[in-house]
């Protein structure tokens, strides 16, 4: 394969990727998880692909022209995109991880009680059991 066809198709995969990732930010906001598994899954594969193509690249050797460089130019733009998703998704995990984990403390105050023993190290005490009749 020429530089061309190989960064046609990872412009072509980085849509896809893209396409994937909104749908796995999607599947942890609506909490359906075997959608989420799927994305991951997928993103995973397509992963895979992109390095492939990447080691591909890189071991061309052929130098970059006019229509190259466009097309170098929408793969970058397209992985700083890719980046800002994660960084998003990243965020809304540990929003929403600190907002559970804050519920649960409140819920359930002795879990960040110490108990020493007679001799005077600490025993963990036995975690208390939460039911939710609600979803969070």
Known sequence: MDLTQILTQ???LMDQILDSQKALRKSVVDRSWIDLQKSTALLN????KFKVLDLSRSN???EAG????VLISQIRSKLLKSRIENTALTDYVKITQGFVQNI???AVPNRRSVVYSKNGT???SQPSSVVLNKVL
């Open 10 to 12: 990872q412009n072509e």
């Open 45 to 48: 594969d397509l992963s895979a």
């Open 60 to 62: 061309c050797g052929q």
């Open 66 to 69: 006019p229509v190259e460089k």
């Open 104 to 106: 649960l403390e409140k």
């Open 122 to 124: 600490i025993v963990k």
